[in-house]
T-cell receptor, first 109, second 115 residues
Framework: GQQLNQSPQSMFIQEGEDVSMNCTSSSIFNTWLWYKQEPGEGPVLLIALYKAGELTSNGRLTAQFGITRKDSFLNISASIPSDVGIYFCAGPLFNKFYFGSGTKLNVKP | DTGVSQNPRHKITKRGQNVTFRCDPISEHNRLYWYRQTLGQGPEFLTYFQNEAQLEKSRLLSDRFSAERPKGSFSTLEIQRTEQGDSAMYLC?????????????FGPGTRLTVL
């Protein structure tokens, strides 16, 4: 099946630091989505991207839709302890929906 | 609470037993999705419904799995003759509209443990 590769797999950062993570695919996506999942909960949508090259912000989060349409990036600025969780990229392809394996973020106060 | 709800939240069963999970989507959401998530992985798409019609099924959905959405509202996912490999979190999501690009809202999931 389709694979969305996320890196890094996990990150340990200090509160206040900026964070970058990315997602790549061998297939072209027309939509890229970024979700956050906390323990015991379902994923929650953070940012949706619909156009190649698009740069979209949601508070301290900024995501970009790569111009090749095969990648996307998520940045978190000035991290805080509540940013802890697993971040997934995702997108629809051929009537199915695919998620990456996630980037686990740990923030030390 | 008007979010997606799933019941039960946890289910422990013995290998070979049948289990059924229920998902209640957000009211008026016509699309409903089922996913499976194992530890350390992202959700894996299983199937989705547009109203009561099941439009797509993943190859992950073996013949032991069946999903229904009889009246286009709540949905059930049944696993027959459970195996230890079925142990996972089963997530349900719903969205409004006919496009796969519409935002999906997830429920909290049902965690299945097969002993």
């Amino acid at each position: 099946g389709q694979q969305l590769n996320q890196s890094p797999q996990s990150m340990f950062i200090q509160e206040g630091e900026d964070v970058s993570m990315n997602c790549t695919s061998s297939s072209i996506f027309n939509t890229w989505l970024w979700y956050k999942q906390e323990p015991g909960e379902g994923p929650v949508l953070l940012i949706a991207l619909y156009k190649a090259g698009e740069l979209t912000s949601n508070g301290r989060l900024t995501a970009q839709f790569g111009i090749t349409r095969k990648d996307s990036f998520l940045n978190i600025s000035a991290s805080i302890p509540s940013d802890v969780g697993i971040y997934f990229c995702a997108g629809p392809l051929f009537n199915k929906f695919y998620f990456g394996s996630g980037t686990k973020l740990n923030v030390k106060p | 609470d008007t979010g997606v709800s799933q019941n039960p939240r946890h289910k422990i069963t013995k290998r070979g037993q049948n289990v059924t999970f229920r998902c209640d989507p957000i009211s008026e959401h016509n699309r409903l999705y089922w996913y499976r998530q194992t530890l350390g992985q992202g959700p894996e798409f299983l199937t989705y419904f547009q109203n009561e019609a099941q439009l797509e099924k993943s190859r992950l959905l073996s013949d032991r799995f069946s999903a229904e959405r009889p009246k286009g509202s709540f949905s059930t996912l049944e696993i027959q003759r459970t195996e230890q490999g079925d142990s996972a979190m089963y997530l349900c999501a719903s969205s409004f509209g006919t496009s796969e690009y519409n935002e999906q809202f997830f429920g909290p999931g049902t965690r299945l443990t097969v002993l």
